[in-house]
């Protein structure tokens, strides 16, 4: 038989003729066991090695187990029903095990480049990136009340306190259409620093994503394997990242057959497209204002472009980070929620920040769901969650 822990599995061999070991016989698949025995070399075995058993207890006897490995397409609803189960396979444990390497080195990097790292509310009340994703929770009756699509407007507040914070939490955002790469609950690592441009936001992003790439190529090899991901293109993922501004994306896209009209924001397609050939990641700089949410700055230069970039991932995968330079001045903020359609009333406090003594500052957002996503190869998001949140999906 074959067990599994945590740390991986082991063939073990059981010699049915001796009486206390004949009880090995009524073991089903994923029944739970305690077993003594001596570890020894076998080349047959599929590790290498095997246990030749000498003491076994039946701790749990599982119930005919539902899921047949071989049986089940990868990514099937089936296998989404019983995710309570299927994550015992090897092939989420492999993953499982990825995403733990990815937030260990997101809290890595940041804490050894001197962020504080703070908790923000989920519950708020005006949105950050736009009215439509925005989930509506009834809070007492009273008033309402959203859950937090982006912690960024808290983490602004708090850099005036510490200067540079970071947060991991989930974000929410009600995303009406099924895609390969949106959830409706999702894991978001933010950072926010005063005193910087928008440059000096790109490179901790590229240096960030390189920190996470290069640990997960050290602890997860083995992982990697089991995914079959081509592991050549991970080893090529060090800063500096390319750079190229919307309106040469536009250009490189219309070459592509692509006709976006400048204005137009990229879709999966076009991102799909602009990275395909791409071997690292790549920054979208300067996305005209209507692309983008209220509180990005406008280039003073050509005020019809934010400072603003996306970092899409390369092999396809797409934006895996949102971020940018803050508007600092509040006549400025004021006025571009008003040209959005939205009230100053909404956003009071964030407009106060730039009331009294504000710096320039930018930050940035990352979907660890999407890098661990492109990390491991996989062809949808719901396969680097342990528990996917989607439209149509909230159980398990
Ligand atoms: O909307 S973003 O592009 N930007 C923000 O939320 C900023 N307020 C972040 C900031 O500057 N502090 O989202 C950031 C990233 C985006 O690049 C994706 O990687 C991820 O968050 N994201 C998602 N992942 C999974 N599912 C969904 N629905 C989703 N939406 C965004």
Redesign the pocket.
């Known amino acids: 038989m074959v067990l599994r822990d945590s740390s991986g599995i082991i063939q073990c061999v059981v010699d049915l003729s001796k009486p206390h070991l004949k009880k090995a016989e009524e073991i089903t698949l994923e029944s739970s066991l305690e077993l003594t025995g001596v570890v020894k070399k076998d080349p047959r075995a599929p590790e290498g090695i095997e246990i030749h058993v000498d003491e076994l207890k039946i701790v749990g006897l599982a119930e005919p187990f539902p899921i047949r490995e071989s049986a089940v397409a990868v990514d099937s609803e089936y296998l989404l029903d019983v995710r309570h189960l299927w994550l015992r396979s090897r092939r989420m444990q492999a993953v499982l095990k990825v995403r733990d390497t990815v937030f260990k080195s997101i809290h890595e990097f940041f804490r050894s480049k001197g962020y504080y790292e703070v908790q923000c509310p989920m519950f708020i009340t005006a949105a950050?990136?736009g009215g439509a994703t925005l989930f509506t929770v009834d809070y007492f009756g009273r008033r309402d009340v959203y859950l937090t699509?982006?912690?960024?407007f808290y983490?602004e507040a708090l850099i005036y306190s510490l200067e540079k914070v970071y947060t991991i939490a989930p974000?929410f955002?009600a995303?009406k259409s099924r895609t390969r790469?949106?959830?409706?609950e999702?894991w978001?690592a933010?950072a926010?620093e005063a005193w910087t441009h928008l440059n000096d936001i790109l490179h901790v992003e590229e240096e960030l994503i390189s920190y996470i790439v290069n640990r997960v190529l050290e602890e997860r090899v083995d992982e990697l394997k089991v995914l079959k991901r081509d592991i050549s293109r991970l080893e090529n993922i060090r800063a500096p990242f390319y750079r190229l501004t919307y309106d040469e994306a536009l250009e490189i896209l219309h070459d592509k057959g692509f006709y976006l009209k400048w204005g137009e924001d990229l879709g999966a397609d076009e991102e799909r497209a602009l990275t395909m050939e791409f071997d690292k990641p790549v920054f979208i700089i300067g996305f005209p204002e209507q692309c983008k949410?209220f509180y990005h700055k406008n280039d003073p230069k050509r005020p019809e472009i934010t400072l603003s970039a996306?970092l899409l991932a390369p092999e396809g995968y797409g934006?895996?980070?949102?971020?940018?330079e803050r508007i600092e001045k509040a006549d400025e903020l004021i006025e571009k929620i008003r040209r959005f359609g939205l009230d100053p009333k909404d956003y009071e406090w964030y407009i106060d920040l730039r009331r009294y003594g504000s710096v320039p500052h930018s930050?940035?957002?990352?979907?660890v769901?999407?890098l661990v996503m492109w990390i491991c190869g996989l062809s949808h998001?719901r396969e680097a969650v342990p528990f996917p949140r989607d439209i149509r999906r909230i159980y398990p």
């Open positions: 950050v990136e699509q982006s912690s960024q983490l974000s955002r995303e790469r949106h959830l409706t999702f978001h933010e926010e949410a996306d934006e895996i980070i949102g971020g940018g930050g940035f957002g990352l979907g769901d999407r998001i």
